[in-house]
């Protein structure tokens, strides 16, 4: 037998292109990546509300509207930030960060391994289809106790953003604390029936109809905004196909997208077109694009970048200048504060005594010391030379100067150091008058 008749025996089979879903596995890892986020930014102390002073807490700092830097600094960068994005991305938030999109998609998930591929809620509102072999008591129980479970934790989230995290570790372990608001059990359980029904019920109703975030992105979109751009050239290779509009779970058609519409430029339908011709070697017909849309200007690439550029130039050097505003307010932040003001015993001024308001602005302990210039030691008293906070707080110390002074003017320096460096003076005019 020839070598060459044995070898032309064996079958050759041609292999497709492995599918792509690089771009599906990125889109879930910022997904998730979000939701961590969410929860270490309070737990870090970068963000947080302290509900009983009713102040932002930034990175341990207490924030007032004195701190003007950080507070418009901080507004600043994240409104032109917001505008940049949303004019530039549309609304990729929603389909690539937003929790509701992210539990809803989950939820559609887990749906459709406990109950069957096509038990799924739908947008048009089309009955659940379950199949037979699983419209079992035990699968639609441990569908419920998962939605609860995972409603529990999420209604977790929030209180991180009004409490310390040894704060929510003794709600969480039913230890009695102090520092929780009496009604915290019943907004918590609030929290659980709302995210419950949410998961399990409305889903992406409320992201196609019910969210005015979406609603406010829709505003800065644009013509050249990031969008699905469908090859309309090779329409024939998919005259037979519906695989993008079944992947999208906003039930929309991506070869027909719109300025204006209720695509969240995901990117679902992109992977599924491409792992569908990469069995024939090929691309698929849809793609991400920035810039105009081919029924209105030819596609360039220079006039797509120009474009992208126009926006960038006014809103990029503001964000930039709130960052740096933002940047400074911290650098130059006031851990502490000092005010003095005339002392008042039941309504009734007195007028040799002042009162020395001393504040503490971070989440940590502070030590203090009052000291007093302008006087001699026996024309004054103070009811205390040191003071301690644990936390954050405000104390008071009593002034008393003597009533024996002669008449006149008398500038006195009432100075405040803290242990950490921090230092403030201010100056008050007492007036001595005659008899």
């Given at each position: 037998m020839k070598t060459g008749s044995s070898l032309g025996g064996i079958p050759v089979v041609s292999a497709g292109a492995r599918p792509r879903n690089g771009l599906h596995w990125a889109r879930r890892g910022l997904q998730i990546g979000v939701i961590l986020l969410a929860i270490l930014i309070p737990v870090s102390g970068v963000f947080r509300i302290d509900p009983v002073d009713g102040a932002f807490v930034v990175l341990d700092r207490q924030i007032w509207f004195a701190d003007f830097f950080i507070v418009f600094g901080f507004w600043l960068a994240v409104a032109s930030g917001l505008v940049l994005t949303y004019s530039w991305l549309g609304t990729a938030f929603c389909g690539w960060a937003c929790p509701q999109n992210t539990l809803s998609e989950w939820s559609n998930h887990l749906m459709r391994k406990l109950l069957g591929r096509r038990a799924e809620l739908t947008l048009d509102g089309e009955r659940v289809k379950v199949a037979a072999a699983k419209d079992k008591a035990l699968n639609w129980l441990a569908l419920g106790l998962i939605f609860l479970v995972t409603a529990m934790f999420f209604a977790l989230i929030p209180l991180f953003y009004f409490y310390a995290p040894d704060i929510v570790w003794s709600f969480i372990t039913l230890r009695d604390d102090a520092r929780l608001a009496p009604s915290i059990h019943y907004i918590y359980s609030i929290f659980v029936i709302i995210l419950f029904l949410n998961i399990a019920f409305i889903r992406h109703f409320f992201?196609?109809?019910?969210?005015?975030?979406?609603?406010?992105?829709h505003g800065f979109k644009t013509k050249q905004t990031l969008h699905v751009y469908y090859d309309a050239s090779r329409a024939a290779?998919?005259?037979?196909?519906?695989?993008?509009?079944?992947?999208?779970?906003v039930g929309i058609d991506p070869k027909k997208t719109e300025t204006f519409d209720a695509c969240v430029v995901c990117g679902e339908c992109i992977t599924a077109c491409n792992n569908l011709h990469a069995k024939k070697g090929k691309s698929g017909l849809l793609k991400f694009e920035v810039g105009e849309r081919a029924s209105d200007k030819a596609r360039q690439f220079k006039n797509?970048?120009?474009?992208?550029?126009?926006?960038?130039?006014?809103?990029?050097?503001?964000?930039?200048?709130g960052v740096a505003m933002f940047a400074w307010g911290l650098w130059d932040y006031a851990p502490h504060h000092l005010s003095v003001y005339r002392a008042q015993d039941v309504g009734v001024m007195q007028p040799q005594n002042y009162r020395i308001n001393v504040v503490n602005k971070m989440y940590h302990p502070a030590q203090f010391k009052v000291s007093i210039a302008g006087l001699t030691p026996r024309q004054y008293h103070l009811s205390a030379?040191?003071?301690a906070m644990q936390n954050i707080g405000r104390a008071d110390v009593l002034l008393n100067i003597t009533p024996d002074l002669a008449p006149g003017i008398y500038p006195i320096l009432v100075t405040v150091s803290a242990s950490d460096g921090w230092q403030e003076t201010q100056r008050i005019q007492h007036v001595v008058t005659k008899g």
């Open positions: 992201c196609r109809f019910m969210c005015v975030y979406k609603v406010w992105q290779e998919c005259a037979k196909c519906n695989l993008c509009v079944t992947s999208c779970f797509n970048v120009a474009t992208i550029f126009g926006r960038v130039r006014w809103t990029l050097p503001i964000t930039a200048f030379h040191d003071l």
